[in-house]
């Protein structure tokens, strides 16, 4: 199985209680990314890898009905379910199945492109960023998401998957401790390589805290961590979600909840 393959069916699989577990990460993440590209009333938005629409339909809502807002994912599931949360907003979106390296449908050039904690999934993010300057007109503003360092503490739970997981699983968040995900220069320094120019990085921390240990383990199978768990056999799951629960409890922050820190990467472009 591809890569590709691979990704889109993980998240075909959680793509029902994606972002719908009650834990706020994926919200403040899009209204910062949002605020940084900052749509204008007509513009043509493009959300690479939208998945159910956090950021996608905050920059509809910007763009208003003389905008347009397009949105794709490699996962049929996500875009059903982009395309059903824009039409309980009351907001128009048009949304397809799409790779990452390909994501325009016609001639369409845009003036906004972001994808939000997407490219370090992807197996060639320079072909991609390189895809996506494509599809923008000149000047266009480019905003992706990746993430940086996340509290300590949480390395103690990430560590027990590592025995099931190939190198290129090791640390979800970065692929790999090298490479252009490990630092904001190497970032920057993918879209320089792909033709961008201003390019520049913000941080934002966001609090990530769960009601108990069981809503954490819930939350890990609505994400992309749940490829990890897939990894690890049916008959082995039990124990190392009792091991994660003990790490887990190293984790507690001065209010006693369950949780980390998560540093979040933006960083900006133009074409």
């Not at 403040?28 to 938005?45: H, N, Q, S, Y």
């Not at 956090?54 to 395309?83: C, I, W």
């Not at 252009?180 to 879209?191: I, R, T």
């Not at 890990?220 to 768990?229: D, E, F, H, K, P």
Request: glycine share 10%.
């Amino acid at each position: 199985m591809d890569q590709r393959t691979a990704i889109a069916g993980v998240f075909d699989r959680a793509a029902a209680t994606y972002d719908q577990v009650g834990v706020d990460l994926f919200a403040p993440i899009a209204e910062r990314l949002v605020a940084e590209v900052a749509p204008r009333t007509g513009e043509r938005a493009l959300d690479v890898g939208c998945g159910r629409g956090a950021v996608l339909l905050r920059l509809a809502a910007k763009v208003g009905p003389t905008g347009a807002a397009h949105g794709v994912d490699l996962s049929p599931a996500m875009v059903e379910g982009a395309a059903a949360a824009a039409d309980e907003a009351g907001l128009a979106v048009d949304v397809w199945v799409a790779d990452a390296e390909s994501p325009g449908r016609d001639s369409t050039s845009y003036d906004i492109v972001t994808s939000s904690l997407v490219l370090f999934f992807l197996p060639d993010p320079l072909a991609a960023v390189r895809a996506w300057r494509e599809v923008l007109a000149p000047g266009g503003r480019l905003g992706v998401t990746t993430f940086g360092p996340h509290s300590e503490s949480w390395r103690d739970v990430d560590a027990v998957f590592e025995p099931y997981l190939p190198p290129a699983m090791r640390d979800a968040r970065t692929t790999g401790k090298a490479g252009p995900f490990q630092s904001d220069e190497g970032v920057a320094g993918l879209l320089a390589a792909a033709g961008y120019s201003a390019v520049r990085t913000v941080h934002a921390t966001i609090p990530v805290r769960f009601t108990d240990e069981e809503h954490w383990h819930t939350w890990t199978w609505s994400v992309g961590q749940r490829a990890m768990w897939e990894r690890v056999p049916d008959g082995e799951r039990p124990a190392v979600r009792e091991k994660a629960f003990g790490a887990l409890q190293a984790t507690r922050d001065a209010d006693g909840r369950l949780g980390f820190d998560q540093d979040v990467r933006f960083t900006l472009a133009v074409r």
